[in-house]
Structure formats: structure tokens, C-alpha cells
């Protein structure tokens, strides 16, 4: 990159691109049945329902009783109104003709930047350049500014500012505070969340009446200090790993369009893998060729090759049961007699663990 084409100031600093991304943020993906998703990552893992949201409206009536189940659900494991999202693939497909390919299975990756400046920067840098983008507004649930523009394969990035946080009393806004909605990026500057809330209170809506996910548990585990119902605790997302065709291509629009940067490139059996990086953790993403996944045997029908939870906790990995540690990556494997994934969880991945690594083999089939 040359000086002359660091053109944009963001916040100060003149850089290429007229945003910056500042992390991997939520994680979605497409699920046969969410109730299965919500008992995997709620009870066993951790996450807490923030809210659902049905999908059955949207449908017309006599596609709703093929579709399957129709409520999908946002999770968190920390603050963030979500940071793991599971929807029914049925009846999101049937909304999304684009969910019925592999690349479906991921509902979105999403990248935070740091304002809604940025955001509104950078979808306007986006449409000048022609870049396809498949949605903009504001997230409702969630309150997220957002733009969503597909990678080249078709799996959806969405890059966002100013999620909801969800606070000491564990309550997502009320639903009756999603009266606006909007479908771009809003005219800047715009009235503080604050401000938002204010009205909303005085409008008579009860702000205290959103959702809580109550659903604690029994508290018996030492974490860090504070007594848990599991013997950890999710403490951030990512990274996300992903099989893709045209490795220069994707290349194109995760390091040339959001701006991430290439920490390692590796060949592992004669295969190019490369891994990105959104700030100064070794990778966010890794990036593996299809030819690997058919070499691997997974799944033909998913292009997901995992997602991570990393996990906080004082016990020896090792003495947690297997049932309940596997906290930290999720794969999506062969399913006999089925094309919808079943999540696998795999392999043991500590906090400390960083690098350029392929899962072992024998992890990504387990
Ligand atoms: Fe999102």
C-alpha cells in the first residue's frame, strides 16, 4: 500500500480503506433443528439466549408447515446482545435462495468497525466500487448498524457497529423498541442509543421488559473466582475457518476489500492454506481449498470447516469431561443418510493455543 492510496482518515489515522476492522464478531450458522443448537451451546456450553425470532410470518402459509421448525435463536456469551446466532435452515432456505448451497450453512460472519461513520463510510466505499451487498440498516434484535456484503463464494460477511450490550440485569430490549427500521445506513450524525432509550420510556414503552435468559443452573464450579454451573467459560469467538474455491478471488475481498492482513500462508499435502488476521491475534479466518475437505472426507454439502469458542478456566483441561470441555470448536461433519449438518464438536483447544495449525486429522473426523 502506498501513502497516496491511504486516502481515508479514520479516526485520525489516513489508511486505504475508510474503515477499520477492529475484530471477528457474531457467528451464525443455519441448523436443521435450533432446539438441538440451543440445548448444545446453552446448556452444555454456555450461551445464553438473548432472543428469538421467528421466521414462520415471513412464509406463506402453505410453506410454512414444509419448511420445519421457524424459530431461530440469538445467543451471547458475554455482553453483546449475540455473539453465536443458530436459525432454521429450512425456513430461512425457503426465505434465502442462496442458504440452500453449502455456503449456507454459515448464516454470517461478521467483522466489527469502530463508529458508525465507518460504517456508513464504508458502505458508500462498497457501492461505489460495485461490490454486491445483500442487506444495510440496523439489526433488530441486536440494534446493530450493519451492511452485509457476500464474499465471492457466497458466504455472508456483515460488517457492524454499536451492537446492543446487554448489562448487570441480563435484559435485551423490549421488541416494542424496534419501531424504526431501517434499510441503509442512516443519515449521520444520528441521535445517541441513550437518547433512543429516553424517548422510548417516554413514549410509555417498558423498557425492562425484555428478554432474560434465567436458565443459570445449578453453580458449583470455580471459574476464575466465581462460582459457574460449568467448569469454564466462553470468552470470545473465532476463529472461523472456512473451505473456498478460488482461493485468489476470496483472497480479493478479505484482504483487499475488508483490509485484513495475511499472517502465514502454509501447504499442508500440496494444498494452499492461508490464514488471516483481523488485529494482533495470529488468524481470525483460515482460508482451505475445497480439494482438502473432499481429501478429508467431510461434508460435500458445507463449506464450514469450523468455528472457535474459546474457553476460560482454572481446571486441567484434561480433568473436565469430555462431554463438557469440548467447548471449543465446532465442525460440521458427515452425517450418514442426511444432507443437514450435524454439529460435531472436536478436538481440545485451550485459550493458549494460537498458530497456524490445521486441526489434526483425526480431530476433523471425530
Ligand atoms: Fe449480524
Redesign the pocket.
Known amino acids: 500500500m502506498t501513502t497516496q492510496e491511504a486516502q481515508f482518515n479514520v479516526g485520525g489515522v489516513r489508511l486505504a480503506r475508510p474503515f477499520r476492522i477492529r475484530r471477528l464478531g457474531?457467528f451464525?450458522v443455519n441448523v436443521r433443528d435450533p432446539e438441538a443448537s440451543r440445548d448444545f451451546y446453552c446448556r452444555l456450553l454456555g450461551f445464553r439466549i438473548s432472543d428469538p425470532l421467528d421466521f414462520g410470518p415471513r412464509l406463506p402459509e402453505a410453506a410454512r408447515a414444509k419448511v420445519g421448525p421457524t424459530i431461530g435463536y440469538f445467543a451471547r456469551h458475554g455482553t453483546d446482545h449475540?455473539s453465536f446466532?443458530f436459525f432454521p435452515r429450512g425456513a430461512y432456505s425457503a426465505l434465502n435462495e442462496w442458504a440452500k448451497k453449502p455456503q449456507g450453512t454459515i448464516n454470517?460472519i461478521?467483522w466489527q468497525v469502530g463508529s458508525l461513520r465507518e460504517i456508513s463510510d464504508a458502505f458508500d466505499w462498497f457501492t461505489r466500487r460495485g461490490k454486491p451487498i445483500r442487506r444495510a440498516g440496523r439489526?433488530l434484535p441486536?440494534s446493530?448498524w450493519?451492511f452485509y456484503p457476500p464474499d465471492p463464494e457466497g458466504h455472508i460477511n456483515?460488517l457492524?457497529y454499536g451492537i446492543e450490550q446487554i448489562g448487570w440485569d441480563g435484559y435485551s430490549k423490549p421488541r416494542e423498541m424496534y419501531g424504526v427500521r431501517y434499510t441503509k445506513p442512516p443519515q449521520l450524525p444520528h441521535k445517541s442509543e441513550l437518547a433512543e432509550v429516553m424517548q422510548a420510556a417516554s413514549e410509555g414503552i417498558a423498557i425492562e421488559k425484555g428478554l432474560r435468559a434465567s436458565d443459570i443452573g445449578e453453580e458449583k464450579y470455580d471459574v476464575e473466582g466465581v462460582l459457574l454451573s460449568r467448569p469454564f467459560k466462553i470468552v470470545r469467538h473465532g476463529p472461523v475457518r472456512l473451505f473456498v474455491d478460488d482461493m485468489d478471488a476470496m483472497l480479493g475481498f478479505y484482504r483487499d476489500d475488508l483490509g485484513l492482513t495475511v499472517t502465514e500462508e502454509v501447504d499442508y499435502r500440496g494444498h494452499r492454506c492461508v490464514f488471516l488476521r483481523a488485529n494482533t491475534e495470529h488468524h481470525s479466518m483460515a482460508l482451505y481449498p475445497l480439494k482438502l475437505r473432499d481429501e478429508l472426507e467431510l461434508h460435500p454439502q458445507s463449506t464450514l470447516a469450523s468455528s472457535s469458542s474459546p474457553a476460560s478456566t482454572t481446571a486441567p483441561l484434561r480433568s473436565i469431561p469430555t462431554a463438557t470441555l469440548s467447548s471449543s470448536t465446532t465442525t460440521w461433519s458427515r452425517s450418514a443418510g442426511t444432507a443437514n449438518r450435524v454439529p460435531r464438536i472436536c478436538g481440545r483447544r485451550s485459550t493458549t493455543q494460537t498458530g497456524p495449525t490445521l486441526l489434526p486429522r483425526r480431530a476433523i473426523r471425530s
Open positions: 457474531h451464525g449475540h446466532v454470517q461478521t439489526d441486536g446493530n450493519h456483515e457492524y
